[in-house]
């Protein structure tokens, strides 16, 4: 049995009311109710979104708040983005079977099409070392992988049943970890032969969401159902977790870790979300920060490292950023 140590925050509550804060902005993304979502940053600092509702992608000119909308294929409803070094976006066409590449100097995309009509709906994608893709199948249990130079893609089956393959992060040695969001498990793929091997979180009711990677390569989740964060170490086979400031109300969501090694979760089961920070080194939550708009839900975040700042998009229809100290 994987040893497992279960660590209590019984002060929670008190120690947020001494917490850090941090410096919000918010920019409203013009075109309403097309549920803004899964940001990333460009070569060049703008910030990218996905418009899922309105099948559009669109950019931000960090200085001027301007915002540019690059329509896509019909169908494609965008479920997550990442941009290239030469600035191309791809994304996952939850709703078109396929991950896409915008040109965004000609509005120009290209499909890479599921070769498995039960891959229908991919979901959130990854950088490998390689410049390839790892990605997952939420509904179809897949875990992919986009060979860029050649358009291939492959898919592995989940052997789980029902097991709403989620959040997934690439390690420096190419290996993907994936969150298992329909059952109490991570998953990860060796990058060389392809085979799946599940790990099971200890408590059975635990539904891990979204992932991150710190430098010493322990794998970080948040536990969405009963509001835990956790962290399983690889190499000794340990899994910690901590009980979230919200407790069991909390609903961590998005997560991602800064070039410090501390972790950053929003607590979406309450309201307004609320961003909060945890400092592996000293094993406790630092810092506790109310989103402007509420928020609704704040579903994925990334970390921009030259900005010292984590991007995120609402349900509030807004684009926003946290400037870390």
Request: with cysteine.
């Amino acid at each position: 049995m994987t040893p497992w140590r279960l660590l209590i925050l019984a002060a929670a509550f008190p120690a947020l009311l001494s917490a850090q804060t941090l410096d919000i902005r918010e920019w409203p993304v013009p075109w309403p109710q097309t549920f803004t979502r899964d940001p990333d940053v460009g070569p060049d600092g703008r910030v990218w979104i996905c418009g899922m509702n309105g099948n559009y992608l669109a950019v931000m000119d960090t200085t001027s708040g301007d915002f540019r909308r690059y329509a896509l294929p019909d169908p494609a409803n965008p479920h997550n983005l990442i941009v290239d070094d030469r600035g191309a976006v791809w994304y996952s066409a939850n709703r078109g079977a396929h991950i896409g590449r915008l040109d965004p100097a000609t509005g120009a995309v290209t499909q890479y099409p599921m070769p498995d009509p039960a891959a229908r709906d991919p979901h959130t994608l990854a950088w490998d070392p390689d410049g390839d893709i790892w990605f997952t199948v939420q509904g179809g249990n897949f875990v992919g992988k986009l060979t860029v130079a050649t358009g291939a893609v492959r898919l592995i089956a989940v052997p789980t049943p029902n097991a709403r393959p989620y959040g997934i992060v690439v390690a420096p040695d190419g290996r993907p970890w994936i969150a298992l969001f329909g059952t109490n498990k991570l998953a990860t793929v060796d990058p060389a032969t392809f085979a799946l091997r599940e790990v099971a979180l200890p408590r059975t009711d635990a539904r891990p969401r979204r992932l991150g990677l710190t430098s010493d390569g322990r794998v970080w989740y948040g536990d969405w159902a009963a509001g835990y964060l956790g962290v399983y170490d690889p190499e000794a086979g340990t899994i910690d977790e901590w009980a979230t400031p919200a407790g069991e109300r909390s609903r961590p969501y998005a997560l991602t870790i800064d070039s410090r090694d501390r972790i950053w979760i929003v607590e979406t089961g309450v309201q307004p979300n609320r961003l909060v920070g945890f400092d592996p080194a000293r094993r406790e939550f630092f810092a506790a920060t109310d989103i402007p708009s509420g928020a609704g839900t704040v579903r994925h975040m990334v970390f921009a490292a030259r900005q010292n700042a984590i991007w995120f998009g609402t349900d509030a229809n807004t684009l926003g950023r946290a400037r870390l100290p």
